[in-house]
């Protein structure tokens, strides 16, 4: 399987920070990859796929970069709403996995 | 809107069964690839089965697999989870899920574009 690794496990930020969260692939997945916000509680929600695609309804201060094996996500201004654990998945394999998840927490 | 509900998590014995259903409205069930992903307590998530729109193809983690059968009946656009032999490590939330995504050159690349609510499977003594 493809193993996701994802920096950092935790986040300490505040509201209107630049926020960069990186997912590195065990192998190359070409732009095969989703990221998802979870809230406690709830299931994850899609925000982007194919490594740069914003999914519909998702706010534009999401943004996604990268192929090969890193990727980024970009939260541009960080609103109340988005602290929240985020996840990217690679899609390359019919084995889809995941990273083990970034935590964003209110400093 | 669409929508996936799941049910029929519960506490249950370590080598018991349970049966997960998922409700699916406000697309074209029969249409899609249809998934289970689950989460263990404080954990990340795991993919474990995967069901075609026709049942055609299926797959399974390795983790799930000879103990875990995935099923779907179009006609009542509902998704199945039978769980047997099931061990304290397939405590988790189970959600299902919505494939989405690409054929290309003669590949799937599909993600999850929707989820449930997710229903809690606990294996305890």
């Known amino acids: 399987d493809i193993q996701m690794t994802q920096s950092p496990s935790t986040l300490s930020t505040s509201v209107g920070d630049r926020v960069t969260i990186t997912c590195r692939a065990s192998?190359?997945?070409?732009?095969?990859l989703a990221w998802y916000q979870q809230k406690p509680g709830k299931a994850p929600k899609l925000l982007i796929y194919?490594?740069?695609s914003l999914e519909s309804g998702v706010p534009s201060r999401f943004s996604g970069s990268g192929s090969g094996t890193e990727f980024t996500l970009t939260i541009s201004s960080l609103q109340p709403d988005d602290f929240a654990t985020y996840y990217c998945q690679q899609y390359k394999t019919y084995s889809r996995t995941f990273g083990q998840g970034t935590k964003l927490e209110i400093k | 809107e669409v929508q996936l509900v799941e049910s029929g998590g519960g506490l249950v014995k370590p080598g018991g069964s349970l049966r997960l259903s998922c409700a699916a409205s406000?697309?074209?069930?029969?249409?899609?690839?249809m998934n289970w992903v689950r989460q263990a307590p404080g954990k990340g998530l795991e993919w474990v089965s995967s069901i075609s729109s026709s049942s055609s193809y299926i797959y399974y983690a390795d983790s799930v697999k000879g103990r875990f059968t995935i099923s779907r009946d179009n006609a009542k656009n509902a998704l199945y989870l039978q769980m047997n032999s099931l061990r304290a490590e397939d405590t988790a939330v189970y959600y299902c899920?919505?494939?989405?995504?690409?054929?290309?050159?003669?590949?799937?690349?599909?993600?999850?574009?929707?989820w449930g609510q997710g229903t809690l499977v606990t294996v305890s003594s």
């Open positions: 406000g697309f074209t069930f029969s249409s899609y690839t």
């Open positions: 194919t490594a740069s």
């Open positions: 899920t919505r494939d989405q995504g690409v054929y290309y050159d003669s590949s799937g690349y599909y993600y999850f574009d929707y």
């Open positions: 192998q190359s997945i070409s732009s095969w």
